[in-house]
């Protein structure tokens, strides 16, 4: 990992109204870097990412963006900086083309970071590119999840916040999604991973944080997670 990191998490506390969720959180992820967060269901991977993002408001501890504190911005704030959060649901419009949708992204996106261009986008989905006309209703689930990241993208995202992108797609999709996001890293963008599929994640990551009842339990490369098999099987129930 760089010196500096692009995203950082410091000793984060955060939850729903009193019922606090995650503890003590700190985790890194370089410029350039696919970082993966793993972890069983409702270990509060997604609570991770919204605090990241602002949704969730951190009671304790600090998050910066390239040098900068953001601890508590909110949503359209963090977006401006160049951070999107994929969710898990799909979000596209179902009635517009797939240049439309794009088009609509990108004509809606005002940040501080470059994003990709629409031509990228359509060059690392090479599913989308050729469907530009077709409605996004007309897309399979896989394609609309391509979708989703490339709309982040084209709004001028650099660091995407990916929430299971992988989840409930069939496997030959679920290879398409995992090239299109190397491709993605390869043009530069950073990635955060969230995934409940963790050969998904140690296929993708250069690093790997593992999350259990809200508390970072274990960090490290893929291979050594990978050979860790007391680690797997405790807090991801794979071995
Ligand atoms: P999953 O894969 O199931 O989404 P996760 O690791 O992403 O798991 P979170 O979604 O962050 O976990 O959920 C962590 C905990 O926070 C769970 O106990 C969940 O029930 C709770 N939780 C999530 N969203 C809310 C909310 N809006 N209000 C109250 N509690 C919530």
Redesign the pocket.
Known sequence: MSPDPMLSLANVDAG??E?Q?LTDVSLDVGEGEVVSLV?R????????LRSIVGIVEPTAGSIEYRGEAITGLDAVDTAKRGIALVPEERRIFPELTVRENLELAAYGGATDADGLSIDAVLDTFENLADRTDNDGASLSGGEQQMLTIGRALVSGADCILLD?PTEGLAPYIVQDVMDAVRDLNERGITVLL?E?NVHVALELADRNYV?DRGEIVWEGGSSELEADEAVLDRYLGVS
Do not use: D
């Not at 269901?41 to 991770?48: D, E, L, P, Q, W």
């Open positions: 729903y109204g019922t969720i972890g269901n409702g270990a509060g991977k997604t609570t991770t299971e969230v409940q999350l």
